[in-house]
């Protein structure tokens, strides 16, 4: 049995599946279990980013990169929310400079993909930027599509990545839909930390680039958070 602890709550077009990955706690190696849970057992678990689940959890053989935390799993059992300062702790073990440090992949100016066939050390990274480095806007070329552009540690930019956090999402969707959207970067702007999950999605071919694109799996602050960001409804 593992004890692990929730770092990501990712959102589908298909809105019955949700995808979750996780901390172990005492081995600190990411974990995604598969198949995606469906959206009704995620709420049954009270599945949210911050959650503690205990359950049985294996990494599965043969993992096809960059997706190598890929895991089966049997059971899953909700134990409780992580306090702020141990959920912080976790994503402080999982830390990277940079996303190309993260990954292992360089990545050229204005690429926002690993390129099928080469390899990456993972499929999900944490990195820490100044709350000033991330910018929540509307898609300049698909008006109604909100987007996030930041800068790393290492001084690369990285612009108009899709969100994926699946509470964040709707948070700053509810927010836009109100001609509000600049009340998510106002909130931004007044937290001391923020913490960034990079993820991957699965293959795709965009024109003549095929590859794993990244995303925005998780958006963090502290000390503050809205409770609707950290929850699942």
Not at 4 to 13: E, M, N, Q, Y
Not at 134 to 149: M, R
Not at 190 to 203: D, F, K, N, W
């Amino acid at each position: 049995m593992r004890r692990v602890v929730i770092t990501d709550l990712t959102r589908f077009s298909n809105p019955d599946i949700v995808c979750i990955a996780a901390i172990d706690e005492a081995t600190g190696e990411c974990l995604r279990p598969m198949p995606y849970l469906k959206s009704a057992k995620v709420v049954e678990l009270n599945i949210h980013p911050g959650a503690i689940l205990e359950g049985n959890l294996t990494v599965n053989n043969g993992n096809s990169n960059p997706h190598l935390e890929d895991s089966s799993y049997t059971t899953l059992k909700y134990l409780g929310a992580a306090a702020s300062d141990d959920f912080k702790s976790i994503l402080d073990r999982t830390l990277s400079n940079s996303v190309s440090s993260g990954f292992g992949v360089t990545f050229a100016d204005g690429q926002k993909h690993i390129p099928v066939g080469v390899n990456a050390n993972c499929s999900i990274i944490t990195i820490k930027i100044p709350p000033t480095s991330l910018h929540i806007h509307e898609d300049q070329y698909k008006p109604g599509k909100i987007k996030a552009s930041f800068t790393d540690g290492a001084g690369q930019s990285f612009r108009y990545l899709s969100i994926t956090d699946r509470g964040f999402f709707d948070f700053a969707k509810n927010h836009q839909d109100d001609g509000q959207l600049s009340k998510v970067q106002l909130f931004l702007l007044t937290q001391e930390e923020l913490y960034l999950r990079i993820g991957v999605s699965r293959q795709w071919k965009l024109g003549e680039r095929d590859g794993y694109w990244l995303q925005v799996n998780g958006i963090y602050t502290f000390p503050d958070f809205f409770d609707e960001i950290r929850t699942y409804v």
